[in-house]
């Protein structure tokens, strides 16, 4: 395995049944968009290694049914002027206080502008792993874990349903409906790879819910309200889905119920989601635990002109 270098952990490509003339043609192959000249110079520097931790050169026959662990690089990635905020540390523990449109950990054209790579690099903790996730455009807190020995007890509380989280949100109102509610649904992946949805009836075919949330109205202001949402499951853009199917799209919100162009963060429209709150009985010490964000959600200073639902 390769170490941390600069923040960055090693990324890792399965080796699959099939023949290729050598390692380098499946590289190539895998990774079309990096040139043959690219992976070359990523081997001559040591930077790709089989299972063992020894270097793989170009040449190197091709071995099915194993893996390769090399360094991402994102050329030219643009600066990114969110900044968090470390709520919380311990021997344990890591808390940030994540701004909107900061990535969580490195992905696509996303590396080194990520809250993880910058804890790392920040407090000098390579071993420093995410708990859980958040979106990108979401705010609020996160949990990172300083030790990968404890990593398993943590996720443990997750998988369970141990960790009781509250959410903030701005979205419309709806003089209709009754809060508190919750929210229950069977959630599957919509045609669109960025997208969830609901299942109709026919679709869950009867199945239980395996997405759940309580949503209560803090805060009202003209046409839109501020929301508490607690959820009870934990299934991707589960809060989204759930806002945007009672007809109260989150503010800002670029996926639900429409999926608007992607490119172009608008700093002064964020989603307005944020984790505010989140809290567990610790597996390690046995102590209660509970972290709660400082950053605020605003009101919109302007009317807003809504898409239609």
Known sequence: ????????????????GGQWPCMLAFLVDRFPAIPATEWRA???????????GQRVEPGDSYVPNSRLYYYRAVPD??????????????????????PHFLPVTPS?????????VRLRRQLGVDALTPLHRIDRETAGIVLFAKQPATCAGYHSLFAGREVQKAYQAIAPRN?????????????VAADHFMQMREATADE??????????????????????????RPLTGKRHQLRVHMAALGLPILGDRIYPSLLPQG??????????LAERIAFRDPVTGEQRSFTSRLKLHFPAAPVDLAPV
């Open 1 to 16: 395995m390769l170490p941390v270098r600069d923040g960055v952990g090693p990324s890792q490509v399965a080796l699959p």
């Open 42 to 52: 990523r081997m001559a520097a040591g930077d790709v290694v089989d299972g063992a």
């Open 77 to 98: 990635e643009p600066l990114n002027a969110a900044r968090a905020t470390v709520l919380f540390e311990d021997e344990l523990l890591v808390v940030a206080d994540k």
């Open 108 to 116: 696509g054209n996303y590396l080194q502008e990520t809250l993880l």
């Open 175 to 187: 003089a209709l409906l009754q809060f508190p509610l919750a929210r229950a649904s069977v959630m």
């Open 204 to 229: 869950a075919d009867g199945r239980e819910p395996n997405a759940c949330t309580s949503i209560d109205l803090m805060e009202a202001r003209g046409s839109f309200g501020r929301y508490r949402l």
């Open 264 to 273: 172009g963060d608008e700093p002064g429209n964020p989603l307005r989601l």
